[in-house]
């Protein structure tokens, strides 16, 4: 079983994410917290949040996820400045717009830079990080959209089968090492993510779940020692079946 209180701080790339930021909440006791987001100054209420949850200090700093050239030298330099990484949160990436995507490849590629470049810049040299150090645990946010893509939202959801794809391999590669690489694989989150969308008259898929209930499950995994968690546990089963479909019933299928 994991120790919650094992020595490290935990970063949390992504300092404004929903479902970053519930995560953190859960393991940040006793642990000093490093947010880091773009406008690092604008996270206060991000800090108040953590610091109720028992971290003994909240950091921040700059992160822009897209300027891929930066991520190096950032990791450095969160070492350099908080010592060793216990927890590593990678939760940035953008939903984009799939009806927008289809007609302009500014926007798919922005999206498939977000969500699958900028994540491999910044979990390589993260995980050579922590392979130099033996020890840590990176928690990395896939989706059941990548797991088999659905025609409703096929930009979005193939770079969360190539990050998953990624991360699986990745894990794999540090087996031994004394670092850990949790997987989550969440469905349809309700949250400020997902708002446009629902407003624009979708509907929330089944087995739907809040930023929180995804943190609680993930925050669980963690203290199991898992490397991979299905939200809910349900949609394991579910996407094992929907890999057998026919793809004439697939794509007929709603997001």
């Known amino acids: ?69 930066t991520h190096p030298g950032l990791i450095a330099s969160l070492l350099d400045d908080f010592g060793p990484i216990g927890i590593a949160i990678v939760a940035f990436g953008i939903l984009g717009d799939q009806t927008r995507a289809e007609a302009d490849v500014a926007h798919a590629l922005q999206i498939a830079h977000t969500d699958y470049y900028a994540q491999v810049s910044v979990l390589i040299p993260l995980a050579a990080a922590l392979r130099a150090q033996g020890s840590g645990t990176m928690i990395v946010f896939s989706s059941v959209a990548g797991i088999r893509v659905r025609r409703a939202n096929f930009v979005y959801g193939s770079t969360k089968a190539g990050l998953d794809g990624f991360a699986s391999g990745m894990a794999d590669s540090l087996h031994g090492t004394g670092v850990r690489l ?61 890999r057998l479909l026919p793809r004439a019933v697939w794509r007929r299928l709603p997001r």
Not at 14 to 20: A, D, F, L, T
Not at 208 to 216: E, G, L, Y
Not at 217 to 224: F, G, L, S
């Open 1 to 69: 079983m994991a120790s919650e209180t094992s020595a490290g701080s935990l970063v949390l790339f992504g300092g404004r994410s929903e479902i970053g930021v519930a995560t953190a909440q859960r393991l940040a006791d006793g642990r000093t917290v490093v947010l880091a987001a773009r406008r690092p100054d604008d996270l206060a209420d991000q800090t108040a949040l953590l610091l109720e949850a028992g971290a003994t200090a909240v950091h921040t700093v700059g992160f822009d996820a897209d300027d891929t050239d």
């Open 182 to 242: 949790l997987l989550a694989r969440p469905g349809f989150v309700i949250g400020a993510m997902t708002k446009e969308l629902m407003e624009s008259g979708v509907k929330p898929a089944p087995f739907s779940k809040t930023p929180d209930q995804v943190a609680d499950a993930v925050a669980r995994a963690y203290r199991k020692g898992r490397g991979e968690v299905w939200i809910p546990s349900v949609l394991r089963p579910m996407f094992f079946g929907m």
